[in-house]
């Protein structure tokens, strides 16, 4: 991930402020102010008026960099600082199941058609230890 994301991700989640700017908005999440209007205009992102102008909550702000990055980049961008800002039912675990070697081969056909990742292992037999595939 590119350090201009890493930072606007940083920046949306992190801050404390409760409104940002159109212009801060348009900036953080990669599209012109233009863009922007046009997405407010046509209701996919709702703004606010407040005494200094249009403006946007953070939770409206946090709802799309949801949207607009994946989960898994988000998390990484956030580091060690997620848990304090992404609620726990909604953070990536990571997920061990004992399957047959033909559901297995269908797990990955199924991660190349959505780009999961999976580490799939096999245990020797007898053993409860995995060996890498």
Request: aromatic share 4%; proline share 5%.
């Amino acid at each position: 991930m590119d350090e201009t994301t890493r930072s606007s991700i940083r920046h949306i989640f992190l801050s404390p402020r409760p409104h940002f700017a159109l212009l801060t908005v348009a900036q953080l999440l990669g599209m012109t102010l233009k863009e922007l209007k046009r997405e407010i205009e046509d209701g996919a992102i709702v703004a606010v008026s407040t005494a200094l102008g249009q403006r946007m909550s953070r939770e409206e702000l946090v709802a799309v960099a949801m949207r607009t990055w994946e989960q898994s980049v988000i998390e990484e961008a956030l580091g060690a600082d997620a848990p304090a800002v992404l609620p726990e039912a909604i953070r990536l675990v990571e997920l061990r199941a004992r399957v047959i070697a033909q559901a297995t081969r269908a797990l990955h056909r199924s991660a190349e058609k959505t780009c999961a990742f999976i580490v799939a292992r096999r245990s020797a037999p007898g053993s409860e230890t995995p060996n890498a595939l």
